[in-house]
Nanobody, 124 residues
Framework: QVQLVESGGGLVQAGDSLRLSCAAS????????MGWFRQAPGKEREFVAA????????SYAASVKGRFTISRDNANNTVYLLMNSLKPEDTAVYYC?????????????????WGQGTQVTVSS
């Protein structure tokens, strides 16, 4: 079992940056591929970014590519999502997730463990 806890969300203005953290307990995150998803009010949960177990391969949604960066710190058992040049359309609850298969995947059903989410609100 892996427990994931997100933090770092908040209210910011357009153009600002935020760094989300996802701290794990129970097992080491180095065993998992990691992903970030988000869900805006009235919308389905959508893929944001993913990182392979090796930390070498990444994938980003087109809407965030070039602005967001996913990374991991295995020593601290934490995954990060650095979000730059935030836009009002980035407003959502952000979730981190862990996938046992270890490879990059954009499909939510392939993730085994989920955090409770952290709210990000970007004002215009």
């Amino acid at each position: 079992q892996v427990q994931l806890v997100e933090s770092g969300g908040g209210l910011v203005q357009a153009g600002d940056s935020l760094r989300l953290s996802c701290a794990a307990s129970g097992r080491t995150l180095s065993s998992y591929a990691m992903g970030w998803f988000r869900q805006a009010p009235g919308k389905e949960r959508e893929f944001v970014a993913a990182l392979s177990r090796s930390g070498v391969i990444t994938s980003y949604a087109a809407s965030v590519k070039g602005r967001f960066t996913i990374s991991r710190d295995n020593a601290n058992n934490t995954v990060y999502l650095l979000m730059n040049s935030l836009k009002p359309e980035d407003t959502a609850v952000y979730y981190c997730a862990a996938s046992s298969n270890g490879i990059v995947t954009t499909t939510s059903r392939r993730y085994d463990y989920w955090g409770q989410g952290t709210q990000v609100t970007v004002s215009s």
